[in-house]
């Protein structure tokens, strides 16, 4: 079993639709919880950083935490076909470094 | 100010050819990180450096991959041989510190045929 599961989709959605991405892990030392977005032949560029649970927004962007779940969603609101990328999402401990990546969700916003 | 800067962003080499990629990071950032990418994956471990040390290269296949960060600035991730089953995303990325976020490269494509 994989340290970090993602939702695999891909996810194709009508302009202005919510997207709700998804992640659970199994390490109950992760405290720092990331999601990065890759669009294609890019790098991954992060996107949103929180800490331990609770949740976090950044303009149209919300990342949520449940600890006691090991559970996070990343929400994207009226989104945009700019949106259209692969959404990592990406966790650490607190005296680790090492990033523990899920496989990545496709999403396609359709104009 | 510039990003992690990788090259080449594409390779196609035979296999059991020798290759090299690049990284130069983002300036100021003693952590460097070596990450692999294979398809329809996230991103995997192989070398990290704090300056010029490797601190952690566990993850590296060493029969086949070395990796160096001369000056603790630059670096270079090397395949000899290379195997189809190398062929990946490899992606470089720098931090300020242990603690700090991670910026990645556009990463080098390798093609192993």
């Known amino acids: 079993q994989k340290e970090v599961e993602q939702d695999p989709g891909p996810l194709s959605v009508p302009e202005g639709a919510i997207v709700s991405l998804n992640c659970t892990y199994s390490?109950?030392?992760?405290?720092?919880f990331m999601w990065y977005r890759q669009y294609s032949r890019k790098g991954p560029e992060l996107l949103m950083y929180?800490?331990?649970?609770g949740n976090k927004e950044d303009g149209r962007f919300t990342a949520q935490v449940d600890k006691s779940s090991k559970y996070i969603s990343l929400f994207i609101r009226d989104s945009q076909p700019s949106d259209s990328a692969t959404y990592l999402c990406?966790?650490?401990?607190?005296?680790?470094?090492?990033?523990?990546f899920g496989a990545g969700t496709t999403v396609t916003v359709r104009a | 100010e510039a990003g992690v800067v990788q090259s080449p962003r594409y390779k196609i080499i035979e296999k059991k050819q020798p290759v090299a990629f690049w990284c130069n990071p983002i300036?100021?950032?003693?952590?460097l990180y070596w990450y692999r990418q294979n398809l329809g994956q996230g991103p995997e471990l192989l070398i990290r450096?704090?300056?010029?040390?490797?601190?952690?290269d566990s993850q590296l296949p060493k029969d086949r991959f070395s990796a160096e960060r001369l000056k603790g600035v630059d670096s270079t991730l090397k395949i000899q041989p290379a195997e189809l089953g190398d062929s990946a995303v490899y992606l470089c990325?720098?931090?300020?510190?242990?603690?700090?976020?991670?910026?990645f490269g556009q990463g080098t494509r390798l093609t192993v045929v």
């Open positions: 300036s100021g950032h003693n952590t």
């Open positions: 990406a966790m650490k401990g607190s005296n680790d470094y090492k990033l523990s």
């Open positions: 990325a720098s931090s300020l510190g242990t603690g700090g976020q991670a910026f």
């Open positions: 390490n109950s030392a992760f405290q720092y």
């Open positions: 450096y704090e300056n010029e040390e490797a601190v952690d």
């Open positions: 929180t800490y331990s649970s």
